[in-house]
């Protein structure tokens, strides 16, 4: 009975093929949250994932979502003893559209393709591969010790993908059955394929739509250009007083404030690199005087994600009478978001565009920002179990760039939360050709095994 005995079990998952089989089963189940017609599918998901997790003395039960835009949840429990620690962990079982016709090759989403040290198939690193990872790691070590030494909740939601409905009433209603002392969970990238990462929380996220609507419908543009306003004009001058052509966010007031000078130092120290398969970064776009990394993971971003004026698959000679945005701001902790829509909103009447609406996004289905000091005790401890099985020191984030539901955790249940991703930012996560690498898999496996294994010794981090 050891660590390295229960790394070896968990990482022979991968070579025996049992990893690839469950992933294969999972991949198969189309559970799209964004679809209302999978939503079969999310309960069978659940309804197989209980049934695994009873073979390894869970007991758990699906539960309705208390939001109808929201589908099903599955708390599982598994119990040693009163007296031990609780762990959380959290998964989703949800993915984004398959996107059929669009993978290369002839890929089907649903069907996993191994192709060299790549494992095609949706939801492989988002999020299923992940989950999949950390319970063959609580099996590994239940194998080999016979048992894990602390309590175990597993929650999976299958709502992530949609904005995580219900989950907070879920977490407020469920309080006492998902009391625990940490979370310890997998989703996203690293930051750098060959290291592995810890998150200690996420941005925030905030959607709202920008509308410049003039009039009930279209005018020939021969007859009226130059006589009538533009929308479409409007609307891209409206942005570009909020973003400038560099990138730098001119609406200072959703800024943060002050990031405390030790998150900023330990960023700072974090080179960014562009990985395979990935876009170049652009040195010269974004807050000037700050780091790539202290931009992604200790500043505000503002993006468009979508625009649109007239009828662009079908242009006509006509000035549109609309035309519309949809913007998203990530944001840490060092910002409040409940005044971002008013800020927005003066910053756009001192501008002059008075016509162009600022409308939340109608869902407002909101991710708070989290962040884990890089010295707490939990970070602390997990940095030199993950060291100690890779032999090689892991990049701590205070928090990640992009968001999840870690408010649920940290702010709600007040758990301490460290995500361990295993997956890499060339993974064409939410697009076509989505890939986990089996690479990853295999140090995922081991990492997993060897914090769970720590974490039920005589030594596991500080109780909170």
């Known amino acids: 009975m050891s660590r390295d005995q229960s790394i070896a079990t968990a990482v022979a998952y991968l070579a025996n093929g049992r990893f690839l089989a469950d992933l294969t089963r999972r991949v198969a189940i189309a559970t799209e949250s964004q679809n209302p017609a999978r939503r079969p599918e999310c309960v069978r998901y659940l309804n197989e994932f209980r049934q695994d997790l009873a073979s390894i003395g869970f007991t758990g039960d699906i539960l309705d979502n208390p939001d109808p835009i929201g589908g099903p949840l599955l708390i599982a429990r598994r119990d040693e003893a009163g007296h031990l620690p609780t762990l959380l962990v959290y998964g989703h079982a949800d993915v984004v559209a398959g996107m059929e016709g669009a993978w290369s090759n002839g890929r089907d989403p649903w069907r996993v393709s191994v192709e060299g040290d790549r494992l095609y198939g949706r939801g492989t690193a988002d999020n299923k591969g992940q989950h999949t990872i950390v319970i063959l790691a609580l099996e590994a070590v239940l194998a080999t010790r016979g048992s894990l030494g602390f309590n175990v909740v597993v929650l999976i939601e299958t709502s992530e993908e949609t904005g995580s409905a219900g989950l907070h009433q879920i977490c407020s209603q469920h309080r006492s059955k998902l009391k625990a002392d940490w979370l310890i969970s997998s989703d996203g990238p690293r930051l750098a394929r060959d290291r592995a990462t810890l998150d200690g929380g996420t941005r925030g996220t905030v959607d709202f739509d920008l509308i410049c609507d003039l009039r009930a419908g279209a005018h020939h543009s021969g007859n009226w250009g130059g006589l009538i306003a ?153 940095a030199a179990s993950v060291q100690r099985t890779t032999a090689v020191e892991p990049t701590i984030l205070p928090n990640a760039g992009g968001s999840l539901p870690n408010d649920c955790f940290a702010d709600l249940l007040g758990i301490p939360t460290v995500w361990v991703p295993h997956s890499y930012s060339g993974c064409c996560q939410h697009a076509p050709d989505e890939h986990l690498l089996t690479p990853l898999v295999a140090e995922g496996l081991a990492i997993m095994a060897g914090l769970f294994w720590d974490l039920g010794t005589d030594d596991p981090p500080e109780r909170f």
Do not use: C
């Open 230 to 382: 533009n929308p479409a004009v409007i609307l891209a001058n409206a942005i570009s007083s909020l973003v400038s052509a560099t990138g730098q966010i001119n609406v200072r007031g959703i800024l943060p404030t002050e990031v405390p000078p030790g998150v900023m130092a330990a960023l700072g120290r974090i080179e960014l690199q562009a990985e395979s398969g990935g876009p170049e970064l652009d040195g010269w776009w974004g807050e000037p005087g700050l780091t790539p990394s202290q931009r992604v993971f200790g500043w505000t971003a503002l993006e468009v994600l979508a625009m649109t004026a007239g009828t662009p698959a079908l242009p006509i000679n006509a000035i549109p009478p609309r035309a519309s945005a949809r913007l998203q701001i990530r944001y840490t902790v060092d910002t409040d978001p409940a005044g971002f829509m008013q800020t927005i909103r003066a910053y756009l009447d001192e501008n002059g565009f008075e016509n162009v609406a600022v409308v939340p996004k109608a869902t407002e289905l909101e991710w708070g920002a989290t962040r884990l000091d890089p010295e707490h005790p939990l970070m602390r401890w997990a």
